[in-house]
């Protein structure tokens, strides 16, 4: 003990001149610590990704094939297709217009009648065919159940022909009318559609180039509308 005593009296005496601090080994040096970075809080305000926002900003299903007036009916382009009397009627609508098509084996005409009352009277008729290469499509309006003159043009009774856009074609016996019309025309003799609605109509082909002769067939159907 008194080894030790005069041991620490020399280490001091030697710190004080400056001459050494050899002793210093046997003195725990404290253990320098790095302090952990500090994480950025974000304000309460700060919107915190979740699992829903990031599907928002994954790619979506391809829309469906957008609407072309050009005399065929593409895969995708309508949305609902109902038959009758040989007939195929193709259609999709949206708030404002009815985009649809019409399809028969035949080098006649072909026809659908939207809302009838009492067979063909009281229906708002569209009318086409395809002669030369060239589509005809007339807006007409049903005067009478039956017969000649049943169906006349509606800018003959003092409306219009109110089809936006129209197209058609005719290959390997089979003809195709597209046509597009305002779903509220606000002509009297036009029937208005409304989105939800479910319409009878009535679907005809005949057999020649021309809006006056007798159909081969004949038949009724219902469409709903988006």
């Known amino acids: 003990m008194k080894n030790r005593l005069v041991l620490l009296g020399v280490c001091l005496v030697l710190c004080t001149t400056g001459v050494g601090c050899a002793c210093q080994e046997e ?61 195929t009627f193709h259609w999709t609508n949206d708030a404002e217009y009815l985009y649809a098509a019409l399809s028969a084996e ?57 089809v936006v856009e129209y197209a058609g074609s005719e290959q390997g016996g089979v003809t195709v009318i597209e046509f597009k019309i305002p779903l509220d025309s606000g002509d009297e003799y036009d029937k208005s559609l409304v989105p939800g609605e479910t319409y009878r109509i009535v679907l005809a082909v005949g057999a020649a180039d021309d809006l006056d002769s007798y159909h081969t067939g004949r038949g009724t159907s219902e469409i709903t509308l988006d």
């Not at 009352?117 to 030369?132: F, K, L, P, S, T």
């Not at 589509?135 to 007409?140: G, K, L, N, S, T």
């Open 106 to 162: 035949t080098i006649g005409w072909v026809s659908v009648g939207f809302n009838p009352e009492n067979r063909m009277q009281g229906a708002n008729y569209i009318y086409g065919y395809v002669a030369d290469s060239t589509a005809f499509v007339e807006d007409m309006f049903g005067v009478s159940p039956a017969g000649p003159g049943s169906h006349p043009a509606d800018e003959g009774l003092g409306g219009g022909n109110d």
């Open 27 to 87: 003195v725990a040096s404290p253990v320098p610590t790095t302090a952990p970075e500090a994480t950025a809080i974000p304000p309460a305000d700060t919107p915190v990704p979740t699992v829903e926002a990031a599907a928002e900003e994954s790619p979506t299903a391809p829309s469906e094939l957008a609407w072309m007036a050009d005399g065929a009916i593409g895969k995708g382009e309508y949305r609902h297709t109902t038959e009758a009397a040989g007939v």
